[in-house]
């Protein structure tokens, strides 16, 4: 099965992560020297880091080999979280699950968890969504916080998350990616892939991305042509026609495998290219 490049290239230690180091060099002194916390919010822009780095801190900590404070990628629990098998790791999607109920069975579960067990790490994406009963829920926990247990609340609007529980939780603060970074990046995925990336293409397409790797990926993906050539002129055609905001939105459905969101874009793809055609008579 294709595997979309972005989850391939996915870092998966501390040290793969591009542009955070202001935040990886912090973790992963924290896991090598015994000092991780209980509770931590990542917050910055879509595409930047921020549930990776949450995978990456969740493997380091229950890592049976890890290096300087990286997890090794090798062990039996590095492969169970990578496989998302593991019990001790668990994500939720505060956008579908705001409920407080949800919140109390995390409470309850992390009361009665044995400690030999390992650490559960409990990864709220988009935490600013939960009702204020599940924040007040949650900050019970963080308030009480039991041995063995992380929070890893990721957001992307961190003005709404109540001062109360960001007192709690150690912050850091995800980039927006450089141009720099960007093109790196797409240059090193082209050579392991065997493409050829023009860099006019590359520096466009970390521009339409505006500092988020996972958009920029995905475009990059999106832009390759039948003989694996990624030029300046199939990124123009792609962003140029039908502006950004329409691109974003589809390689941002196709990573995500929302088949209607995709159909939709593609949608407007159509009318457009109906336009641009009647305009220049093509
Ligand atoms: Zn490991």
Known sequence: MHQALYRKYRPSTFDDVVGQEHITSV???EVANNKVNHAYVFCG???TGKTSCAKILAKAVNCENPVNGNPCNCCYSCKQIDAGASVEVLEMDAASNTGVDYIRDIRDEVIFTPSE??????????VHMLSE???NALLKTLEEPPKSVIFILATTEIQD??????SRCQRFDFKRLSTHDIVSRLEYIASQESLKVQKEAAVLIAHLAQGGMRDAVSLFELCIDRDGNVTEDNVRSAAGIVGRETVIETVRAVAENKTDRILR???RYTVLLR???????I
């Open 161 to 166: 998350i109540p001062a109360t529980i960001l």
């Open 265 to 267: 874009s593609f949608r």
């Open 275 to 281: 336009i641009y055609r009647y305009l220049f008579r």
């Open 133 to 135: 009963g599940a924040f």
């Open 45 to 47: 822009s879509a595409g």
């Open 117 to 126: 067990m390992g650490t559960k790490v409990y990864i709220i994406d988009e």
């Open 27 to 29: 973790l992963s002194w």
